[in-house]
């Protein structure tokens, strides 16, 4: 099958070339391990969009990015799935060297490990997480595990709402063989043994969500002294997890450990993972119930739900004043 879609890449190309031309490279914006990001005014009559442009070493990162195009084309638009606009092949890239390949998707502000760096507000962050619950979910009901959830492949929109991008190691769960793929620190230990399921997206998901909760991007102490992956995976294995941080909420906590337990068949279903997040986010809005906005802040949280902006007012667009209702004393709740 994966040689048939690089095929079927390759002429797809040509004919989004002979229709539509090249896109034109604008600054550089990102950068990963195999390729890089730049900014393209317009291809397409599609606005501002993001072009990845890999330069395959070999034939399974060909087929990485063959597989990618495909699942993120013939699946369903979802708002919380980075969309993917076209595909072309340019073979003068770099002066002609090597032939890349140019994926033109939606073009968001930045991944959530910029954002953690930058700083997120702790309400932001935990929209973030249902943000990408609610894609993972998305992509298990269409019959695909991810199998490479981590912090660089969430992306941001300018609302700080997140989608799923990556899909060069998506698979359909039913044609999942022995290959290890994924990134170290967030893989689950049965994937080091050829035989796994859609659990090890949540297993994925339970070591984001310690990141979220952390609001950094340092390393985990209990990973810290591990000199490579090796080693790393032999403890994962015998059961080393995150450690807790004294800020982390119960529930939260117990969410995490729910998602990375050894046992495959112990961790959560989405199904579960997303009412419980909610409801965690209900109960940090409810706090902010007893402030003098009162319902103004349920209106908030439902404006987020939608991805619309609110101005909650007495003391700017991004806060609410706790104290009385005058607004002279207080502080500001960040959300």
């Known amino acids: 099958m994966k040689g048939e879609t690089v095929l079927s890449v390759v002429r797809y190309s040509v004919q989004e070339i002979y229709r539509l031309g090249m896109p034109q490279l604008g600054k550089?914006?990102?950068?990963?391990?195999?390729?890089?990001?730049?900014?393209?005014?317009?291809?397409?009559?599609?606005?501002?969009?993001?072009?990845?442009?890999?330069?395959?070493?070999?034939?399974?990162?060909?087929?990485?990015?063959?597989?990618?195009?495909?699942?993120?084309?013939t699946i369903p638009d979802h708002k919380h799935i980075v969309r993917l606009h076209g595909l072309v092949v340019d073979h003068?890239?770099?002066?002609?060297?090597?032939?890349a390949v140019l994926l033109i998707m939606d073009h968001l502000t930045r991944d959530l490990y910029c954002g953690l760096r930058a700083g997120l507000k702790w309400l932001t962050r935990l929209q973030i997480a249902i943000d990408v619950a609610e894609g993972i979910r998305y992509l298990h009901s269409q019959g695909l595990v991810h199998r490479d959830i981590k912090l660089k492949n969430v992306l941001l929109d300018i609302n700080n709402r997140a989608k799923l991008t990556d899909l060069g190691f998506c698979i359909p769960e039913a044609m999942m063989s022995g290959s290890i793929v994924?990134?170290?620190?967030?893989?689950?230990?049965?994937?080091?043994?050829?035989h796994y399921d859609s659990s090890v997206d949540v297993y994925a998901f339970g070591i984001l969500f310690w990141y979220i909760c952390a609001g950094h991007v340092r390393l985990p102490y209990a990973f810290e002294q591990f000199q490579n992956k090796e080693q790393l995976w032999t403890s994962v294995r015998k059961g080393v997890r995150p450690e807790k941080l004294p800020h982390f909420d119960e529930e939260c906590w117990h969410l995490m450990e729910q998602c990375w337990s050894g046992k495959p068949s112990n961790r959560p279903l989405l199904g579960y993972v997303l009412p419980l997040l909610e409801s965690i986010q209900v109960r940090y809005f409810q706090k902010l119930s007893s402030v003098w906005l009162g319902a103004k802040v349920v209106d908030y949280w439902r404006a987020q739900k939608e991805g619309e902006s609110y101005y909650l007012g007495g003391g700017g667009r991004d806060g609410v004043w706790e104290g009385d209702s005058s607004g002279d004393k207080g502080v500001m709740l960040r959300v």
């Open 28 to 73: 550089e914006i990102g950068r990963g391990q195999y390729g890089v990001v730049f900014s393209c005014e317009s291809w397409s009559g599609k606005g501002p969009c993001a072009v990845k442009s890999v330069v395959p070493p070999d034939e399974k990162h060909w087929n990485d990015l063959a597989m990618e195009f495909y699942y993120t084309r």
């Open 92 to 99: 003068m890239y770099g002066g002609g060297c090597s032939p």
């Open 182 to 194: 994924g990134t170290p620190v967030h893989m689950a230990p049965e994937l080091l043994s050829g």
